[in-house]
């Protein structure tokens, strides 16, 4: 029993010894992070370190997770439904409301069907190894999210990045390789989360037919935010975690589509169903969204109301990059920020490429344009 126990303390110490050698490696570079208690008191407002700040970060575009219809929409689902899904959805965990917050996905996006995942990230890791395996080719933007990549590495397929929205290098890739794959799927996202800026979705719907691929795109910051058309697209994923201001995934597509990731999505055939009120809450928000274009509309102009007075490229989103180079740099930037009441977070490798460490500033409907004068102005003075 000694040996055992001797030979177990030599491995924890191996594998502390390990964890902090990494840790360490990360500090000179300014990359070490760690997890700040940060309590959001309402839609635009933090409280972190005892002080109130005005969040500039968030990715709740609508100031939906604090609507009040959107609260008693879940606290309604918990009374009738409890608290989770209990299983699998194809064990017990197909509750009746994802049946109608697919329903409602699907005339969004003007698709047959819709499946919800438990997360945007479950849905890319799912989908994707569903539709190609090792003997196709999948062409992806470099800057697509980091959970198409995943996706896209486990379906053992050749993959190939062309540079960000680049379609000429997009098309050589495909007039070079496509005709040795029986079949090839195109991703992108709709809005970069990281950049703002939008892809040319029509352009490459267009590529995509030409070549006999399928077109994926991921417009998890751009529901309820930024319209899109997206009817060139095979498949459209995004999440319920932003705009709609919950929490969940989803993949819109025809019939034969969804049916097919119910049977091989290995993330949703293995995963418990989301939780009944981060579902109504969905649901109750995509109303929301309907009957209120004017609140839609909000965070992009108050993007382009930031840009404009800071004399920066104008807004394609609800978000703002504003690159800075090193992460100490954009580091030093988010404390200033922090000093003067706002918290835009230091977004730093590997999140983005090296040497474009940046502030990433986001703006909501519950924002008023004295909160982005303001912001403007502390951000001047950097």
């Not at 062309?162 to 090839?184: E, G, T, V």
């Not at 989360?193 to 979705?201: E, I, K």
Request: hydrophobic share 45%; proline share 4%; aromatic share 6%.
């Amino acid at each position: 029993m000694s040996q055992v126990l001797d030979d177990q303390s030599r491995v924890e110490k191996s594998i502390d010894a390990y964890a902090r050698s990494k840790l360490t490696a990360l500090d000179p570079m300014g990359l070490r992070r760690s997890l700040i208690e940060t309590d959001r008191t309402d839609a635009i407002e933090v409280m972190r370190g005892g002080r109130r700040l005005i969040s500039f970060c968030c990715n709740d575009y609508l100031s939906l997770s604090h609507h009040p219809d959107v609260e008693r929409a879940a606290q309604d689902a918990i009374e009738k439904f409890g608290t989770g899904a209990g299983a699998s959805r194809l064990v017990t965990g197909n509750y009746s409301l994802l049946g109608e917050l697919e329903a409602k996905l699907a005339a969004l996006k003007g698709t047959e069907a819709c499946l919800v995942f438990g997360c945007g990230y479950l849905a890319n890791i799912g989908t994707i190894p569903a539709l190609v395996g090792a003997e196709d080719l999948i062409v992806l933007d470099e800057l697509s999210h980091a959970c198409m990549h995943a996706g896209a590495r486990l379906t053992s397929a050749r993959i190939e990045t062309f540079p960000h929205n680049d379609l000429s290098a997009a098309h050589a890739i495909l007039k070079r390789m496509r005709d040795s794959h029986p079949r090839c799927l195109l991703l992108t996202e709709t809005i970069f989360s990281m950049d703002g800026d939008r892809a040319p979705l029509q352009a490459l719907g267009l590529l995509a037919r030409d070549f006999d691929a399928w077109l994926m795109t991921d417009d998890a910051h751009g529901l309820g935010v930024v319209p899109h058309e997206n009817s060139d697209a095979d498949i459209q994923m995004g999440t319920l975690s932003k705009g709609a201001g919950s929490y969940g995934g989803y993949v819109c597509a025809s019939r034969a589509v969804i049916d097919l990731l119910i049977n091989r999505a290995r993330s949703f055939i293995y995963s418990t169903g989301l939780p009944p009120a981060s579902a109504a809450a969905a649901l109750e928000a995509l109303t929301i969204m309907e009957r209120d274009p004017e609140m839609c509309a909000r965070p992009l102009a108050l993007a382009r109301a930031f840009t404009r007075k800071l004399g920066l490229p104008e807004a394609q989103s609800a978000i703002v990059p504003v690159i800075l180079g090193d992460a100490e740099h954009a580091l030093a930037a988010s404390h200033a920020l922090e000093q003067d009441g706002f918290l835009v977070i230091a977004i730093r490798p590997p999140t983005v490429p090296f040497g474009t460490a940046r502030l990433r500033f986001t703006f909501t409907a519950g924002h008023s344009e004295a909160d982005v004068a303001r912001l403007a102005a502390a951000v001047a003075k950097l």
